[in-house]
């Protein structure tokens, strides 16, 4: 397969920590746009990031980033940032000298690595605190400056691992702004989290994984749709919600029609929505009942990790 | 084309396609924060101490043993030096102070996990090593030069006149180049093999006992196997002999003489090798801290 210059591909990528297994037989593409890896502690998102920047190298599979590997640096760096989980700093480092230093290594003059830390520190907020050293941050201000460091150099793949720990609401927020105006420039944006309602929020895409195996990829709803086996909550809010109801439970793939302790509205659970959707038309049109709103009540990345994966944490 | 041809067109081609000019930047940036972020640092003491505890009782005996000066005692005082150098610096200071230095380049850097910073950047990781040898090296020279230097100047700074007229009238000052030298030499091959065992053992201390050990017993061993032994090289090089007897004198055999030109190229080839080493051994390295 030729590597498609505008693609993150993984093509059978396997990692194995001597028996442990890390992540097995992975593959997919991505296109630009935000990427949500969602999955519980263990899963394999931090390694999944860790083979894609090449800080592992996988033992069976390839990775290619835009064309290219961690095994052509010059190149693949300066495309890729890399903001990691990892909460350590060179010893003595200001927020400045650590957001420089790199853009140094990257070949910028001094001038150029100036202007364009100054912008990073801007961008994360951090302008203000850039001269303290970094030892005497707050958790929030050293997730910032990692942040920070990570954008610096303008990439166009950018790798977030748990980007939004230990970040107070207003960071958090000002955070995911970021996130999608980098992504509307055309760039990747891979984000793994637990805070699923804003991944959920703000993802183009998720990649479910449960003990190191992707379980589920794609745009959030089509991957709903792939979970024929769990039926899928709809909630409508109607006038006459008792024959809304009555008329639902002649449908086979209707499961559940529960009328809502206010009267005015029904959450149907269903195998097969499309269907659902037809049978409401037909009333609609025929003026039994009148319809202010339909939503799908658990078409987030929450439930639909829930339906994949479980309590249990093992592999749909 | 002959397949010599064909071997030196591709390695033209390669050399041109380099962008040796961002290499050379790098590895001065590396060099740059490595001795600014770790070896200078308050971490390092012992190891100034390792390099200077011999030049300060030298001058503590200048002090007290000023009144006693005779000036036979030149040669005596002579042979002190060359022990001091050969035994203490060649087989302890510099071997300990190089096992301090380059084997924290990276295993330090893993242990306080800031080793993927390093990882992260486009650099590549030959250059990285490059980097950080040349840093450890020029910490390791600076301060081993300056230690030596003080040893060499305190010692006949006490005969006065006398003193003065061996160092620069006499072969005092050749000796100290000679010195010098062989501590350059003794570090960047030290400093080598250290930073070599940092990349390929998560301990490296139970092979530097091993290494160390097989720099003492190297003189016992057929004249190729020695060929693989930093003081091999260096014993050719240093300018007055030690008269030892005994076990002792096993730090001084000379088994075959060889030329200092050929000595100190045999080292660079020999430091040239194990980097080389280094850097093979780099790109298989993972960042996996919770293993450490």
Known sequence: MTPDARQIAFEGVSKFYGEVLGVNKVSFSLEPGITSLVGPNGSGKTTLMNLLTGLIRPTQGAIHVLGLTPQQPIEFFRQVGFCTQFDSFPPGTNGYDFIYSPLRLHGFGHSQAAKLTNEALERAGMSQVARRKVAGYSKGMRQRIRLAQAIAHHPSVLVLDEPLNGLDPMARSESIALFEAIAKQGMHVIISSHILEEVDRISDRVVLMSSGYVVAEGQIREVRREVRDHPMQILVRCSNAARLAAAAFELDHVVEAKILNDGHGVLVRTRDAEQFYLLLNKIVSGGLVEVDAVAPADDDVNSIYQYLIGSDGGPA | ?292
């Not at chain 2, 101490?49 to 002090?63: E, F, N, R, S, T």
């Open chain 2, 1 to 292: 084309m002959s397949g010599q041809d064909f071997l030196v067109a591709r390695a033209r081609k390669w050399s041109k396609e380099q962008p040796w000019r961002l290499y050379g930047s790098q590895v001065s940036i590396l060099v740059r924060n490595e001795v600014r972020q770790n070896l200078f640092t308050r971490r390092r003491i012992w190891i100034y101490l390792l390099a200077l505890v011999p030049a300060l009782i030298i001058l503590i005996d200048d002090i007290f043993g000023r009144r006693n000066i005779d000036l036979a005692q030149i040669e005596d005082k002579t042979q002190v030096l060359a022990g001091i150098i050969q035994l203490y610096y060649f087989r302890l200071g510099i071997f300990f102070a190089c096992m301090g230095i380059f084997t924290w380049l990276f295993r330090g850097e893993m242990v306080e996990r800031t080793l993927h910073y390093q990882f992260l950047v486009p650099v590549k990781r030959e250059v990285l090593v490059l980097g950080k040898f040349l840093a450890g090296a020029l910490v390791a020279i600076a301060l081993f030069e300056t230690a030596v230097f003080a040893c060499f100047a305190f010692v006949y700074a006490r005969f006065g006149l006398a003193g003065k007229a061996y160092v620069f009238d006499g072969p005092g000052l050749g000796q100290l180049g000679s010195y010098l030298l062989v501590t350059a030499l003794a570090c960047l091959g030290y400093g080598a093999v250290f930073l070599a065992l940092s990349l390929l053992f998560k301990n490296p201390i139970v092979p530097g006992v091993v290494i160390m050990g097989w720099e003492a017993i190297a003189p016992i061993f057929p004249a190729w196997a020695q060929l693989l032994s930093v003081t091999f090289y260096l014993k050719h090089l240093c300018p007055v002999s030690l008269p030892l007897a005994g076990p002792l004198a096993i730090f001084t055999i000379v088994a075959e003489p060889v030329a200092p030109f050929i000595a100190v190229l045999g080292l660079l080839c020999l430091t040239i090798a194990i980097l080389a080493l280094s850097c093979l051994s780099i790109h298989r390295m993972e960042i996996t801290y919770t293993a450490e």
